[in-house]
């Protein structure tokens, strides 16, 4: 494409017991634990967010879409969970979503992927912030109805 803006590659869609979730924070060993539990042998799937911060009357602005640093972090936040789950002896893949919507988001990738379980930590919002965007727990938990068993996890100290 001499032209044109390059996409990322086609997302995962093969099915997995357990999709270890995350809406960009690093997951916690706890949460990791979990997802190997859960998956009593079967794939397991990660996923992270990579925040989008809007858009300007309804099309996107390249000022508010996501850098090039941000995108590393996720990649080496997807990375280590994955080589922590192989330590573990799970088979498992990982990808990054781009989105302004996570909630929206995770849920859609659990359903695609046909999960039983999707592990996240919990970490409440606060102030401003729960107010504007919601509980991202509670958004997921209410997007996945009851196709998936949301499992949220104390992140150790």
Same mark, same amino acid.
């Given at each position: 494409?001499?032209?044109?803006?390059?996409?990322?590659?086609?997302?995962?869609?093969?099915?997995? /017991?357990?999709?270890?979730?995350?809406?960009?924070?690093?997951?916690?060993k706890a949460a990791?634990? #979990?997802? =190997?539990? !859960? /998956?009593?042998?079967?794939?397991?799937?990660?996923?992270?967010?990579?925040?989008?911060?809007?858009?300007?009357?309804?099309?996107?602005?390249?000022?508010?879409?996501?850098? #090039?640093? &941000?995108? &590393? +972090?996720?990649?080496?936040?997807?990375?280590?969970? $994955?080589?922590?789950? &192989?330590?573990?002896?799970?088979?498992?893949?990982?990808?990054?979503?781009?989105? #302004?919507?996570?909630?929206?988001?995770?849920?859609?990738?659990?359903?695609?992927?046909?999960?039983?379980?999707?592990?996240?930590?919990?970490?409440?919002? %606060?102030? *401003? #912030?729960?107010? $504007? &965007?919601? +509980? !991202?727990?509670?958004?997921? =938990?209410? =997007?996945?109805?009851?196709?998936? %068993?949301? +499992? !949220? *996890?104390?992140?150790?100290?």
């Amino acid at each position: 494409m001499l032209f044109g803006r390059r996409r990322w590659d086609p997302q995962p869609t093969a099915p997995a /017991a357990v999709l270890l979730a995350s809406s960009g924070a690093p997951f916690s060993k706890a949460a990791v634990r #979990r997802a =190997r539990e !859960l /998956a009593a042998g079967q794939p397991v799937a990660v996923l992270s967010i990579l925040k989008v911060y809007g858009s300007t009357f309804g099309l996107p602005n390249p000022g508010l879409m996501p850098t #090039r640093g &941000e995108r &590393e +972090e996720q990649f080496k936040i997807v990375g280590k969970a $994955i080589t922590e789950l &192989e330590r573990r002896g799970c088979t498992v893949d990982g990808q990054i979503a781009a989105t #302004r919507s996570a909630g929206r988001t995770i849920a859609k990738v659990a359903r695609t992927r046909q999960v039983r379980y999707v592990v996240m930590d919990s970490r409440p919002a %606060t102030g *401003v #912030r729960k107010i $504007i &965007e919601g +509980e !991202l727990t509670n958004i997921v =938990r209410r =997007r996945l109805g009851n196709r998936a %068993t949301l +499992e !949220l *996890v104390s992140p150790e100290p």
